[in-house]
């Protein structure tokens, strides 16, 4: 019966239908099931936030049949998944008629780690010809991958989908169907087979890799080329191979070319994450995973002349994938170098790994030691061994993982039961009738605290637009969309006992209300909620605010005599800036509007002609109609610059004459040449050319599917027997010693440039501080100041060489790096450095700068200075 079930000769239906309902119904019963198909409110981690653009998907952009919208909700406004993945919200929408919106949201996101075991087992099985005992073992591999507990934000794993990064897991689960879809067509080539469905499956799933996830994309297609330093001969495959990615370019089209075009309109968020040990990221039941494959490969070894060989497919398989991980470990190794999140590629090749563990596990499994002639096939007690072993061994592992889950189920019920389980949700949902409003009315900033995860979720604020009508907020998710992000974090931060600060590359503040109500006019912003006690205290004091209303932990408070508008004919002198580093400088004057009131405004553009207002009548704006897509207004003075606060996107088009800027602190700016003004949301020429690609791009696969023959061979799934597998010609593999070579040469290169990047020498430097080596210190934070990306981590690097410079006794040198920190227009190591400043000045008896330094502190950090 099991020879029947799962023979070698032909993956069944049956079968492979067992075993991912056996893994799916496994990963189900850790995730809470008697409140995933409840209709309540999902929170936790990122996943409360995600609601708010899978409710926009559905409900504002679909239905106009566009994969975006304009979204002012959130960072004054940014276009839906501009800068993210669409997949996933996809998939909530396809589910949503069925399901409703809430249950769409919480299957949408757990989806993937349901259907991940089984994927990798049907690429061992369907795509790549392994017998059971690999296939099985691999998805095993994978299900270890999924369910370690060892980090909770990396992506991959459960603790990861249920703090939000589920779209990361659908990357992982296409990840190693689209590798195998590549082998396969490798496969196919060799054989002389018709290439059409092969290619068309290959670019389906590389395309729909992309759609879920940007890294899970960049090691499929690096992975893939490891097939060029394998496959014999390379010409060939080479040219399928670029036509196969060309064509999932032009497929991604649609979504990824406007991507690619506004990238230079993007917010980097490129923080790295050190490891104290390489094993550190690594679960005890992965390493002894993958430490029983390196047992198997030895014992491979030493029993290779006993052992039948390897198929092609089967070397094939093992190569490809870790030729696959060795890409992702580089990716981890240069992220630093790249402006990547290195915590990121890691899982990946954790993956990649493990399948590839299972898949040598099972080929060992296959082959017994014989004194019979090596070149035999296994025979049918040898398979019927094999498959119980492999059984065997999946049990054990099952067994043992289940030992070591702890948090997911936790987490899960805390996620899936939803909002309305939260007391502290209930108490606040009795501000929002005083914080509701509509889409374009004046935004509410909210405090930042860790207590917030009472409410389900840190985040749980990001999502209120669904509560209050539309109003809009400060802060969101999707920062990396976001050009505002940088001064919207500043203000939080200014107003926050414990502040966010998630953008590595700017600097954060110290809480001072003061400086933020000049901000918050700026941003457009008059609605304040706050809980932690410091802050009340602080916006008690400054009568720039006043309270609105009480809900223990939170109050509600805001701006007295806020008149800011959206739409401000501007009086102040333009000053046009080029775009290169534009962000920096508009953040640093934002930050600087706390100290005096600007000069000038600056425009960001290659025309230096742009006007300033001119000296005539002021500037009336009247009829202003506001929609989610549509700005429309009159001006009475033609000519005249008006500035609009929403954040630009080159998407936003004057429809009526004039021209339309970049203006600080990434704003709107229109010089209309007309009374009427009107400005639409829309495609660019490139989004245009894109969708017409992606277009293309599906005529051509839907005719390479309809004519270019089946994946292997013949109608359906080619029967392949045991014997037809071993004695298939091996014209396919044959390790090129250069090319492996110049593999080896490249990676090591990424290693070392991963070992002399910026961050590295930060390492370095501190290292060189915790022994007591203070002047070494301060040589390595210059280095690393002077080579880190964004002012934020150079400010951080400054101040702890000036602190090493001190203890060096180089005390005048430190003083005046010291100041230049203090004088910062932002920062959270300005205080710190006034502090010290201010220690300095009373060692030195100078009265003057004491005075000097302590009015500076209680303008930046007055909780700071209270404490001193």
Same mark, same amino acid.
């Given at each position: 019966m099991l020879e029947r079930l799962i023979r070698t000769r032909q993956p069944t239906w049956l079968a492979e239908t067992l075993i991912w309902l056996f893994f799916a119904t496994l990963t189900a019963s850790l995730l809470a099931p008697e409140w995933l198909l409840t209709p309540t409110t999902a929170t936790g981690g990122d996943l409360v936030s995600h609601r708010l653009y899978a409710h926009a998907l559905i409900h504002d952009a679909l239905p106009h049949g566009r994969l975006t919208t304009w979204m002012p909700e959130v960072f004054g406004g940014f276009p839906l998944f501009g800068y993210y993945f669409p997949l996933p919200f996809l998939t909530m929408a396809a589910l949503h008629p069925i399901t409703g919106e809430a249950i769409a949201f919480k299957l949408g996101a757990v989806l993937p780690a349901l259907l991940l075991p089984g994927a990798v087992y049907s690429t061992g099985r369907?795509?790549?010809?392994?017998?059971?005992?690999?296939?099985?073992?691999?998805?095993?591999?994978?299900?270890?991958?999924?369910?370690?507990?060892?980090?909770?934000i990396w992506g991959g794993n459960l603790l990861a989908l249920l703090a939000g990064e589920f779209a990361y897991s659908y990357g992982f689960l296409l990840a190693v169907p689209a590798l195998g879809a590549w082998a396969r067509l490798a496969r196919t080539l060799a054989d002389g087979q018709p290439t059409g469905r092969a290619l068309t499956l290959a670019v389906v799933l590389e395309a729909l890799t992309g759609l879920a996830h940007g890294y899970a994309l960049l090691a499929v297609g690096f992975g893939s080329l490891t097939l060029l330093l394998i496959v014999r001969p390379p010409r060939r495959l080479t040219v399928w191979l670029a036509a196969g990615h060309t064509l999932a370019f032009c497929a991604l089209g649609a979504w990824l070319w406007p991507l690619l075009e506004m990238h230079a309109y993007t917010t980097p968020n490129d923080s790295l994450t050190w490891l104290d040990h390489w094993l550190d990221p690594v679960a005890p039941t992965l390493r002894w995973w993958l430490g029983s494959a390196l047992a198997a490969g030895g014992l491979w070894l030493i029993l290779r002349r006993r052992?039948?060989?390897?198929?092609?497919d089967e070397s094939l398989s093992l190569a490809l994938l870790i030729g696959a991980a060795l890409w992702a470990l580089a990716g981890w190794w240069l992220a630093g170098r790249l402006g990547l999140a290195d915590l990121r590629c890691l899982p990946l090749a954790l993956l990649f790994l493990a399948v590839a563990a299972g898949w040598s596990m099972g080929a060992l499994l296959q082959r017994a030691p014989t004194a019979a002639t090596p070149d035999a096939p296994p025979t049918a007690p040898q398979r019927r061994r094999a498959q119980l072993w492999a059984l065997a061994l999946t049990a054990l592992m099952i067994g043992e993982v289940a030992g070591t889950i702890q948090q997911t189920p936790q987490w899960a019920q805390w996620n899936f039961e939803g909002a309305e389980h939260k007391p502290l949700w209930r108490l606040l949902s009795a501000l929002f009738p005083q914080m509701r409003g509509d889409l374009f009315d004046p935004r509410l900033i909210f405090e930042h605290d860790p207590e917030n995860n009472a409410l389900g979720s840190t985040r749980a604020l990001e999502a209120l637009p669904l509560e209050l009508g539309g109003r809009p907020v400060l802060e969101g998710l999707y920062m990396e969309s976001a050009l505002l992000a940088p001064v919207i974090y500043l203000t939080q931060?200014?107003?926050?006992?414990?502040?966010?600060?998630?953008?590595?590359?700017?600097?954060?503040?110290?809480?001072?209300?003061?400086?933020a109500a000049v901000h918050l006019r700026m941003l457009y912003a008059d609605t304040l909620l706050v809980r932690s006690p410091e802050t009340r205290q602080l916006l008690a004091a400054d009568p720039a605010f006043e309270r609105v209303a009480v809900v223990e932990p939170f109050e509600l408070w805001r701006l007295r005599d806020f008149s800011t508008p959206l739409i401000e004919p501007l009086t102040l002198p333009l000053r046009v800036?080029?775009?290169?580093?534009?962000?920096?400088h508009a953040f640093d004057w934002f930050a600087a509007l706390a100290d005096a009131p600007p000069a000038f405004w600056p425009v960001y553009d290659a025309d230096d002609r742009v006007a300033s207002p001119s000296e005539q009548q002021p500037t009336v704006i009247r009829a202003i109609r506001l929609e989610r897509e549509r700005i429309r207004f009159t001006t009475s003075?033609?000519?005249?610059?008006?500035?609009?606060?929403?954040?630009?996107?080159?998407?936003?088009?004057?429809?009526?004459?004039g021209s339309l800027h970049l203006a600080a602190p990434g704003f709107l700016l229109v010089i209309p040449a007309d009374e009427q003004v009107e400005l639409v949301f829309g495609d660019t020429p490139i989004g245009q050319a894109g969708t017409l690609a992606t277009l293309a791009a599906l005529l051509v696969l839907a005719v390479l599917w309809w004519r270019g023959g089946y994946i292997t061979g013949s109608g359906g799934t080619q029967e392949v027997s045991a014997q037809d597998i071993h004695k298939r010609p091996e014209p396919l593999l044959r390790i090129a010693p250069v090319r492996v070579l110049l593999l080896l040469i490249g990676l090591a290169a990424a290693i070392l440039a991963g070992r002399t990047s910026p961050e590295a020498t930060y390492r370095l430097a501190w290292q060189a501080f915790n022994t007591g080596d203070?002047?070494? =210190?301060?040589? #390595? /934070?210059?280095?690393? %100041?002077?080579?880190?990306? +964004?002012?934020?981590?150079?400010?951080e690097a400054l101040y702890w060489r000036a602190i090493a410079l001190e203890r060096a006794g180089d005390?005048?040198? =430190?003083?005046? #790096? /010291?100041?230049?920190? %203090?004088?910062?227009?932002? +920062?959270h190591w300005p205080a710190d450095a006034l502090q010290a400043l201010l220690r300095d000045a009373r060692e030195r008896g100078d009265t003057a700068a004491v005075e000097r330094w302590e009015a500076r502190l209680r303008a930046v950090a007055p909780l700071v200075s209270q404490e001193k």
């Amino acid at each position: 019966m099991l020879e029947r079930l799962i023979r070698t000769r032909q993956p069944t239906w049956l079968a492979e239908t067992l075993i991912w309902l056996f893994f799916a119904t496994l990963t189900a019963s850790l995730l809470a099931p008697e409140w995933l198909l409840t209709p309540t409110t999902a929170t936790g981690g990122d996943l409360v936030s995600h609601r708010l653009y899978a409710h926009a998907l559905i409900h504002d952009a679909l239905p106009h049949g566009r994969l975006t919208t304009w979204m002012p909700e959130v960072f004054g406004g940014f276009p839906l998944f501009g800068y993210y993945f669409p997949l996933p919200f996809l998939t909530m929408a396809a589910l949503h008629p069925i399901t409703g919106e809430a249950i769409a949201f919480k299957l949408g996101a757990v989806l993937p780690a349901l259907l991940l075991p089984g994927a990798v087992y049907s690429t061992g099985r369907r795509m790549l010809q392994l017998p059971f005992p690999s296939a099985l073992l691999g998805a095993t591999g994978a299900w270890i991958v999924l369910t370690h507990e060892q980090n909770a934000i990396w992506g991959g794993n459960l603790l990861a989908l249920l703090a939000g990064e589920f779209a990361y897991s659908y990357g992982f689960l296409l990840a190693v169907p689209a590798l195998g879809a590549w082998a396969r067509l490798a496969r196919t080539l060799a054989d002389g087979q018709p290439t059409g469905r092969a290619l068309t499956l290959a670019v389906v799933l590389e395309a729909l890799t992309g759609l879920a996830h940007g890294y899970a994309l960049l090691a499929v297609g690096f992975g893939s080329l490891t097939l060029l330093l394998i496959v014999r001969p390379p010409r060939r495959l080479t040219v399928w191979l670029a036509a196969g990615h060309t064509l999932a370019f032009c497929a991604l089209g649609a979504w990824l070319w406007p991507l690619l075009e506004m990238h230079a309109y993007t917010t980097p968020n490129d923080s790295l994450t050190w490891l104290d040990h390489w094993l550190d990221p690594v679960a005890p039941t992965l390493r002894w995973w993958l430490g029983s494959a390196l047992a198997a490969g030895g014992l491979w070894l030493i029993l290779r002349r006993r052992l039948t060989p390897l198929t092609s497919d089967e070397s094939l398989s093992l190569a490809l994938l870790i030729g696959a991980a060795l890409w992702a470990l580089a990716g981890w190794w240069l992220a630093g170098r790249l402006g990547l999140a290195d915590l990121r590629c890691l899982p990946l090749a954790l993956l990649f790994l493990a399948v590839a563990a299972g898949w040598s596990m099972g080929a060992l499994l296959q082959r017994a030691p014989t004194a019979a002639t090596p070149d035999a096939p296994p025979t049918a007690p040898q398979r019927r061994r094999a498959q119980l072993w492999a059984l065997a061994l999946t049990a054990l592992m099952i067994g043992e993982v289940a030992g070591t889950i702890q948090q997911t189920p936790q987490w899960a019920q805390w996620n899936f039961e939803g909002a309305e389980h939260k007391p502290l949700w209930r108490l606040l949902s009795a501000l929002f009738p005083q914080m509701r409003g509509d889409l374009f009315d004046p935004r509410l900033i909210f405090e930042h605290d860790p207590e917030n995860n009472a409410l389900g979720s840190t985040r749980a604020l990001e999502a209120l637009p669904l509560e209050l009508g539309g109003r809009p907020v400060l802060e969101g998710l999707y920062m990396e969309s976001a050009l505002l992000a940088p001064v919207i974090y500043l203000t939080q931060a200014e107003i926050s006992r414990a502040p966010s600060s998630p953008l590595a590359r700017f600097p954060s503040a110290r809480p001072a209300p003061g400086r933020a109500a000049v901000h918050l006019r700026m941003l457009y912003a008059d609605t304040l909620l706050v809980r932690s006690p410091e802050t009340r205290q602080l916006l008690a004091a400054d009568p720039a605010f006043e309270r609105v209303a009480v809900v223990e932990p939170f109050e509600l408070w805001r701006l007295r005599d806020f008149s800011t508008p959206l739409i401000e004919p501007l009086t102040l002198p333009l000053r046009v800036l080029p775009r290169t580093d534009w962000q920096r400088h508009a953040f640093d004057w934002f930050a600087a509007l706390a100290d005096a009131p600007p000069a000038f405004w600056p425009v960001y553009d290659a025309d230096d002609r742009v006007a300033s207002p001119s000296e005539q009548q002021p500037t009336v704006i009247r009829a202003i109609r506001l929609e989610r897509e549509r700005i429309r207004f009159t001006t009475s003075t033609p000519g005249q610059p008006v500035l609009i606060r929403l954040a630009f996107h080159p998407r936003w088009r004057l429809q009526t004459p004039g021209s339309l800027h970049l203006a600080a602190p990434g704003f709107l700016l229109v010089i209309p040449a007309d009374e009427q003004v009107e400005l639409v949301f829309g495609d660019t020429p490139i989004g245009q050319a894109g969708t017409l690609a992606t277009l293309a791009a599906l005529l051509v696969l839907a005719v390479l599917w309809w004519r270019g023959g089946y994946i292997t061979g013949s109608g359906g799934t080619q029967e392949v027997s045991a014997q037809d597998i071993h004695k298939r010609p091996e014209p396919l593999l044959r390790i090129a010693p250069v090319r492996v070579l110049l593999l080896l040469i490249g990676l090591a290169a990424a290693i070392l440039a991963g070992r002399t990047s910026p961050e590295a020498t930060y390492r370095l430097a501190w290292q060189a501080f915790n022994t007591g080596d203070s002047a070494r =210190a301060a040589e #390595l /934070f210059a280095q690393a %100041a002077n080579e880190r990306l +964004g002012h934020g981590r150079r400010q951080e690097a400054l101040y702890w060489r000036a602190i090493a410079l001190e203890r060096a006794g180089d005390r005048n040198q =430190a003083r005046a #790096l /010291f100041t230049e920190i %203090a004088l910062a227009p932002a +920062g959270h190591w300005p205080a710190d450095a006034l502090q010290a400043l201010l220690r300095d000045a009373r060692e030195r008896g100078d009265t003057a700068a004491v005075e000097r330094w302590e009015a500076r502190l209680r303008a930046v950090a007055p909780l700071v200075s209270q404490e001193k």
